[in-house]
Each structure stands twice: as C-alpha cells, then as structure tokens.
C-alpha cells in the first residue's frame, strides 16, 4: 500500500506567475483535501475533493483552484502567485468523505520572490 | 477559530509518560475530539479520536472529561521520534475530514 506522495517537494516562483502542485492518493482513497501551512502555524483547510467534485471550501481567493481526477490523484492550481503564498502545501487523502482519518503527504515547499 | 487551547509547548524525558492537555469547553454533544502530530519536515499524522468515552490504540490513549470540556492525550512511554506537534481538534459528527480546523498545537520536546 503507498502513501500520499506529492510533487514536487520544492518549488520556488516569483510573483505574478502560476503554479500546479500534484498529489497521488493512498490507494483506495477517493476523497483529497489541500491545506496551506505558513512557517509556524497549523494547516489551514483550502478545499476538498470527493470524486472529482469540489465538496467544500476554506476561506481562500479563487486564484485557488484544483482538480481531482478519475483515479483520484489531484491537482491544486494558484494563479498570480502573492509573497504571501509562500507555505509548506499539503495533500491529505482518506477512504470517503465521510471517514474522518486523514493521510497526509510530505507536503510541497512553495517559495514566491 | 480553532476552538481549542493547548499550552504551546512541553518537555518530556525520553521513557516517561506523558499528558497532553486541550480545552474544548464550548464543546457540542456531537463533536468529536482528534488529535493528529506533525514531526519535523513531515505532514500530520493521524493519532487518535473519541466522542465521551476513552480510548485507546497502538499510538496512544484519550482520556476525555466526563464534561467533555477538556481531554488529555496520553503517550505511554515518550521516546525521541514522538518529538512532534500535537494537535487537538473539534470534529462535528459526519464532518469530513476536509473540516480539520488546525490550531498552532502543543510542540512536544523529549530529552534523552
């Protein structure tokens, strides 16, 4: 059984530009969820997947968009990169929507200069 | 708002228990009470949950008030790898796990 994996792990952009992190769920897994997590804090929720619908929001800007596709890999999308973007992203898979143990993946480090 | 308090840092010496506390006193009868850790470099993982009743796995024991205002997430015999951020968090019955409200934690240290 593999884990969450995402990729890439670092990744630096400058600002105004576009990003696209990836994430492979645990096998099995159909529901992915994305959180952002600054220096310091805890992750904070951006949205979840549940087959390849969007199935809840954080309080996030819609330059924060995702994908989720049929084999439940996922996609989080960010346009017009701020400064303030720079955080550690992680993906976090469970087995529905409704099953509350989350895997967490390593995370991709995004720095925006 | 993540609807719990914790202190923002302990110290443990490797081999000793250890207690980790988290208030929740606006707590709802259908809230359930999760933890999850985040080691060094690493995404949180998944430690234990309960409703009123505690509990027990391979990680860890959760020892919830009989008010359920407070719990205390209990590690039996600390060791070096359990150096970690600990999170407690409010989870409402049926809520996904996408509603994971993290606070900052409580930043577990264990001495050699």
């Known amino acids: 059984e593999t884990g969450v994996t995402q990729s890439p792990t670092h990744l630096i952009k400058t600002r105004g530009q576009q990003v696209t992190l990836r994430c492979s769920s645990q096998?099995?897994?159909?529901?992915v969820s994305w959180y952002q997590q600054a220096l310091g804090q805890g992750p904070q929720f951006i949205f979840q997947?549940?087959?390849?619908?969007?199935?809840g929001r954080g309080n996030f800007p819609p330059r924060f968009s995702g994908l989720q596709f049929p084999n439940y890999s996922s996609e989080l999308n960010v346009n017009a990169l701020e400064l303030d973007d720079s955080a550690l992203y992680l993906c976090?898979?469970?087995?529905?929507?409704?099953?509350?143990?989350?895997?967490f993946g390593q995370g991709t480090r995004l720095t925006v200069v | 708002d993540a609807k719990t308090t914790q202190p923002n840092s302990m110290e443990s010496n490797e081999e000793e228990p250890v207690h980790l506390p988290c208030n929740h006193s606006?707590?709802?009868?259908?809230?359930?009470i999760h933890w999850y850790r985040q080691l060094p470099s690493q995404g949180p993982e998944y430690v234990i949950h309960?409703?009123?009743s505690n509990v027990n796995n391979r990680m860890a024991s959760l020892a919830i008030a009989e008010d359920r205002k407070s719990s205390t997430l209990i590690l039996h015999r600390a060791t070096l790898r359990d150096a970690a951020v600990y999170y407690c968090?409010?989870?409402?019955?049926?809520?996904?796990?996408?509603?994971?409200?993290f606070g900052k934690g409580t930043k577990l240290s264990v001495k050699p």
């Open positions: 976090a898979s469970s087995l529905s929507v409704t099953n509350t143990e989350a895997f």
């Open positions: 096998s099995g897994h159909n529901t």
């Open positions: 606006t707590i709802s009868g259908t809230d359930y």
């Open positions: 997947y549940y087959r390849e619908e969007e199935n």
């Open positions: 309960g409703l009123t």
């Open positions: 968090i409010r989870l409402n019955y049926g809520g996904s796990q996408g509603n994971l409200i």
